[in-house]
């Protein structure tokens, strides 16, 4: 699926034993396997996948009042799986490869983000913290409906219980700070960059949606239903290409010329539009927790729906005709009597 979700999947697994790993007066199991998913993250895409651990276990061991955690032996075991997981990779890199490519690889693969010409930042230390919203969509309406007056109840105690038994919300939205601070100080900004930071939202959000009043949570799917219904009307109206001029000719409308290319528009448009019917009709919406779960398999056919049918790279590896492809232009540069073509100029 690409290094981005590898990445971010490693780095989530990594952060979730090594939450277990600090909460557990000695953990031999949960501190070395999260240091292991934490550097297998760093080698997949950059030493932001190490760095934002480290520094997010030194604020919440801070806060927590449990700094002497760092000294016990597990955690020199986690360290020590922490720098040997790079360091072989790089030994069996140059044993089995060129040295100097392989060296190159493994400082341009961790320390060049923190180099010039990428650093110091070129771009708005703010694009992370606006395109963040954006990205959230339709889920950042989540706060309108969540009930203020109950959720801001006895907020010290609520506060004081994050440094024991509720550790995990202390430690999601610490490393949601630290990733953010992190991610702003780069100095190329992409938004493929925040995923790492997506599962600890779905987290938050997905608690929040959870213990919406009924009332509330009738509301926000009712909105939810109705965007998906927009989603349908829209990849219906952009799926039918050869009703576009007869339609221009009436209602001046402009249509890309890229949705031409793209197919599977009607059949992306039928699961926006089971979505509608299934939260306006199907399910009770007063049951956050229900409906949270037809959403999630919603999106996640969605998801699966358009990589399949309009990603043609993907089409051909599901159909199998990757390998076809590449075989019939293996035959069109070997001519047909076995003879190699005659070197051509470069």
């Given at each position: 699926?690409?290094?981005?979700?590898?990445?971010?999947?490693?780095?989530?697994?990594?952060?979730?034993?090594?939450?277990?790993?600090?909460?557990?007066?000695?953990?031999?199991?949960?501190?070395?396997?999260?240091?292991?998913?934490?550097?297998?993250?760093?080698?997949?895409?950059?030493?932001?996948?190490?760095?934002?651990?480290?520094?997010?276990?030194?604020?919440?061991?801070?806060?927590?009042?449990?700094?002497?955690?760092?000294?016990?032996?597990?955690?020199?075991?986690?360290?020590?799986?922490?720098?040997?997981?790079?360091?072989?990779?790089?030994?069996?890199?140059?044993?089995?490869?060129?040295?100097?490519?392989?060296?190159?690889?493994?400082?341009?693969?961790?320390?060049?983000?923190?180099?010039?010409?990428?650093?110091?930042?070129?771009?708005?230390?703010?694009?992370?913290?606006a395109t963040l919203p954006i990205a959230l969509v339709p889920w950042i309406l989540v706060p309108l409906c969540v009930s203020w007056s109950s959720a801001l109840a006895r907020p010290l105690a609520?506060?004081?219980?994050?440094?024991?038994?509720?550790?995990?919300?202390?430690?999601?939205?610490?490393?949601?700070?630290?990733?953010?601070?992190?991610?702003?100080?780069?100095s190329a900004k992409f938004c493929l960059n925040m995923m790492p930071l997506m599962p600890l939202l779905a987290i938050v959000l997905g608690k929040a949606i959870v213990n919406l009043p009924p009332?509330?949570?009738?509301?926000?799917?009712?909105?939810?239903?109705?965007?998906?219904?927009?989603?349908?009307?829209?990849?219906?109206?952009?799926?039918?290409?050869?009703?576009?001029?007869?339609?221009?000719?009436?209602?001046?409308l402009p249509y890309p010329k890229a949705f031409a290319a793209i197919k599977g528009l009607p059949v992306l448009a039928g699961i926006c539009l089971l979505a509608a019917l299934a939260l306006w009709?199907?399910?009770?919406?007063?049951?956050?927790?229900?409906?949270?779960?037809?959403?999630?398999?919603?999106?996640?056919?969605?998801?699966?729906?358009?990589?399949?049918?309009?990603?043609?790279?993907?089409?051909?590896?599901?159909?199998?005709?990757?390998?076809?492809?590449?075989?019939?232009?293996?035959?069109?540069?070997?001519?047909?009597?076995?003879?190699?073509?005659?070197?051509?100029?470069?």
């Amino acid at each position: 699926m690409g290094p981005e979700l590898l990445f971010t999947g490693l780095l989530t697994l990594g952060l979730a034993c090594l939450l277990r790993g600090w909460n557990k007066e000695r953990s031999f199991l949960w501190l070395p396997l999260s240091c292991a998913c934490i550097a297998l993250a760093g080698l997949t895409n950059g030493i932001f996948g190490i760095i934002l651990p480290l520094f997010g276990s030194l604020a919440f061991l801070a806060w927590k009042g449990t700094f002497a955690r760092l000294n016990r032996a597990d955690s020199l075991v986690g360290f020590a799986v922490l720098l040997s997981l790079p360091l072989a990779w790089l030994g069996a890199a140059m044993l089995l490869g060129s040295h100097d490519a392989q060296l190159r690889a493994l400082c341009a693969q961790l320390i060049t983000p923190l180099l010039p010409p990428y650093w110091p930042p070129k771009d708005p230390v703010w694009l992370y913290a606006a395109t963040l919203p954006i990205a959230l969509v339709p889920w950042i309406l989540v706060p309108l409906c969540v009930s203020w007056s109950s959720a801001l109840a006895r907020p010290l105690a609520r506060l004081a219980s994050t440094r024991k038994e509720n550790s995990g919300s202390a430690w999601i939205w610490i490393h949601l700070a630290a990733g953010l601070l992190l991610l702003s100080a780069m100095s190329a900004k992409f938004c493929l960059n925040m995923m790492p930071l997506m599962p600890l939202l779905a987290i938050v959000l997905g608690k929040a949606i959870v213990n919406l009043p009924p009332a509330n949570s009738r509301a926000f799917f009712l909105v939810l239903a109705g965007l998906f219904g927009l989603a349908a009307l829209t990849l219906g109206l952009a799926g039918l290409t050869q009703f576009w001029p007869q339609i221009q000719d009436v209602v001046p409308l402009p249509y890309p010329k890229a949705f031409a290319a793209i197919k599977g528009l009607p059949v992306l448009a039928g699961i926006c539009l089971l979505a509608a019917l299934a939260l306006w009709k199907l399910v009770d919406r007063r049951f956050p927790g229900a409906c949270l779960l037809l959403c999630a398999i919603a999106i996640t056919a969605l998801c699966l729906s358009a990589l399949r049918l309009t990603s043609p790279g993907m089409q051909d590896i599901f159909l199998g005709k990757a390998a076809v492809t590449e075989q019939k232009q293996h035959n069109d540069e070997v001519p047909a009597s076995g003879q190699e073509k005659p070197a051509q100029n470069p």
